[in-house]
């Protein structure tokens, strides 16, 4: 079955940039996710691609996608101590149920 | 995107009772998702909620100790029976939209068992 995994915590300086990083192992994962949980909180949908997408932007965020090597990442630029919280990869499964995989998540410490 | 709302929002529970969580979504949707997010973990789906028909389960979880309703296109509940400390938990329940290129969470139930 699906895995996808992450690396479980990054620290960065306001202002500077973050790239989280994700890797997944079913190539035909049709849609993957990058999802936001603040402490205490549920999920937020951040931004998701599309498997035929290199790369999708939307505001701050930019998701890159290299299907070759199963490579996700999520780079948030002008970090702020507001996008402090964990962020989870998820591969939508490649038998179109609905189900999603998820990373262990990645802590991202944003330091003033 | 759609509105989803959980009650109880979060609940302490004696071993061996059971709890019933509620899913309302602010719209109609085909598939519910339930999952579990154990502490200092990743989320695991339970099982997917079928409007007309039971249930489907992933590997380690089973009707039983986690049955589930769908009785309209809008709301669901889980119940977590016999708990035990093992349970405690976040629940959370997910909707798709149409093509399932988006899927939406509610805010979670967090669950204490003692």
């Known amino acids: 079955g699906e895995d996808v995994e992450q690396s479980l915590f990054l620290s960065v300086r306001e202002g500077d940039s973050s790239v989280i990083n994700c890797t997944y192992t079913?190539?035909?994962?049709?849609?993957l996710y990058w999802y936001k949980q603040e402490p205490g909180a549920g999920l937020q949908l951040l931004t998701y691609?599309?498997?035929?997408?290199d790369m999708k932007q939307d505001q701050r965020l930019t998701v890159l996608l290299n299907k070759k090597d199963k490579h996700l990442s999520l780079r948030i630029a002008d970090t702020q101590t507001g996008d402090s919280a964990i962020y989870f990869c998820a591969a939508g499964d490649s038998s179109n149920t609905g189900k999603l995989i998820f990373g262990q998540g990645t802590t991202l410490q944003v330091k003033p | 995107s759609a509105v989803i709302s959980q009650k109880p929002s979060r609940d302490i529970c004696q071993r061996g009772t059971s709890l019933t969580i509620q899913c309302q979504v602010d719209?109609?949707?085909?598939?519910m998702f339930w999952y579990r997010q154990q502490p200092g973990q990743s989320l695991t789906l339970i099982a997917t909620a079928n409007q007309g028909s039971e249930a489907t389960y992933e590997s380690g979880f089973v009707i039983d100790k986690f049955p589930i309703s769908r009785p309209n296109l809008t709301f669901s509940t889980l119940t977590v029976s016999n708990m035990s400390p093992e349970d405690s938990s976040i629940y959370l329940c997910?909707?798709?939209?149409?093509?399932?290129?988006?899927?939406?969470f509610g805010p979670g139930t967090r669950l204490t068992v003692l």
């Open positions: 691609i599309f498997s035929n997408m």
């Open positions: 079913d190539s035909s994962s049709t849609y």
């Open positions: 719209s109609q949707v085909t598939m």
């Open positions: 997910s909707v798709d939209s149409s093509s399932y290129n988006e899927q939406f």
